[in-house]
Structures are given as structure tokens and as C-alpha cells.
């Protein structure tokens, strides 16, 4: 299994775009990336997956490099609510049997 | 509609006893899981059961069973229990195997 690094925590200000970037250097051929987000006192929330290059959705964007090595999720104009840990999770979706395993995760702090 | 129900929210419990955790998806999804949340927030997964197959983190000691009454239902059946098995449980579906779209509310399991 790929080891992530992420930053144990990050503080932005409201309306401000964040950006987590995980690193995950032995990332196999068949390996995805998945992102997760927790609020306190709730089960996580899937946000975004991806192979390579970009993906977006109504909630974030990833950005994969070439070297696929890194990935960044991308959350557009920050508010209070955005705050949670956020778990960037690489596995291979395509074979075997063992599901994503989380890390532990980036706490982000939004401040008004 | 709730897309992941467990029941119930909160378990307080003495040491040796034998306590069970339901959940329930209505989703249609063809996998569910089970997680444990520990005091310093980990998340691991303990079982995955896919199509009827059932697949188990090795370190799950055996006092831990799930049980699949029909593809909706996966509950989680502990005995014995030990201190060390306070936590928070998660419950989770997904339609594709390894990454868990929704979450449970999560089970808060206090041994006393």
C-alpha cells in the first residue's frame, strides 16, 4: 500500500482558496487517489477521486502531476463550514481485496 | 432519507458483555464496511463484505463478527467486551468495492 504525507493541520481565512497537497512518492501503476472529509462527530464524506492529471466537481478539485508522486485538493473560496479533516487516501481500485486506508489526515481551520 | 443508519448513537457497557451495533443502507449498494474511530482519531478498517463475500482485516481480533442478514444490513457483533474496544464505530456503502461513498452518524461504544 502507497504511504500518504499530508500536513497535520492548516488555518485559512474565509473566501480564501486552500490548497492540501499529499504526498504519496511510492504510488503504484494502479493505485487512485481518493479525498475524504470529516466534520466532528460525523462519519467521513467522500469528496473527489482521481488518476491523473485534473478532476473537479461541485466540491473541490485534484490536481495530479505527471509523475503522480502528489496530489493537491483544491477547495475554491473557503467558509466556516469547510472546517474538517481532510484524508487523501491512495489505493488500487482495480485488483485484491483490501479497501482505501486512511491516514491521519490535514485539520483544516477556518477562521472568520 | 438517511442513505447509512446505525443504531444506536451512543453504547455505554460493562467489561465481559456482549453488545451488538446495526446498520442499514438504503442506497443499493453492493458493499458495506465497517470502521473504528480510536480516542486519537484513527480510522481503520475492520470488515468489508462485497457481494457476499466477506473480507477481514486480520488484526480484528475474533471477538468481532459481522453479521449480513441481506445486502442492505451489515451489523457488528462483539463479545466479550474489553476496554480497549471504546472507540467509534462507522458503518459504510458504496456501489464500487474499496471506496466507501457514505458513512454512518457512527456508534460512540464507551466499556466501562
Known amino acids: 500500500l502507497a504511504k500518504t504525507t499530508q500536513p497535520i493541520s492548516m488555518d485559512s481565512y474565509e473566501g480564501q482558496e486552500v490548497n492540501i497537497t499529499c504526498s504519496h512518492n511510492n504510488i503504484a501503476t494502479n493505485d487512485y487517489i481518493t479525498w475524504y472529509q470529516q466534520f466532528p462527530s460525523q462519519g467521513p464524506r467522500f469528496i473527489i477521486q482521481?488518476?491523473?492529471t485534473k478532476v473537479t466537481n461541485e466540491v473541490a478539485s485534484l490536481f495530479i502531476p505527471a509523475d503522480r508522486k502528489s496530489s493537491t485538493l483544491s477547495l475554491p473560496r473557503v467558509s466556516l463550514s469547510d472546517t474538517a479533516v481532510y484524508y487523501c487516501?491512495?489505493?488500487?481500485?482495480?485488483?485484491?481485496?483490501?479497501?482505501?486506508?486512511f491516514g491521519k489526515g490535514t485539520r483544516l481551520s477556518v477562521i472568520a | 432519507d438517511t442513505a447509512v443508519s446505525q443504531t444506536p448513537k451512543y453504547l455505554v457497557t460493562q467489561m465481559g458483555n456482549d453488545k451488538s451495533i446495526k446498520c442499514e443502507q438504503n442506497?443499493?449498494?453492493?458493499?458495506m464496511y465497517w470502521y473504528k474511530q480510536d480516542s486519537k482519531k484513527f480510522l481503520k478498517i475492520m470488515f468489508s463484505y462485497n457481494n457476499k463475500e466477506l473480507i477481514i482485516n486480520e488484526t480484528v481480533p475474533n471477538r468481532f463478527s459481522p453479521k449480513s442478514p441481506d445486502k442492505a444490513h451489515l451489523n457488528l457483533h462483539i463479545n466479550s467486551l474489553e476496554l480497549g474496544d471504546s472507540a467509534v464505530y462507522f458503518c459504510a456503502s458504496s456501489q464500487e468495492y474499496r471506496t466507501p461513498s457514505f458513512f454512518g452518524p457512527g456508534t460512540r461504544l464507551t466499556v466501562l
Open positions: 482521481g488518476y491523473k
Open positions: 442506497l443499493g449498494h453492493d458493499t
Open positions: 487516501l491512495v489505493g488500487d481500485l482495480t485488483s485484491g481485496n483490501t479497501p482505501l486506508v
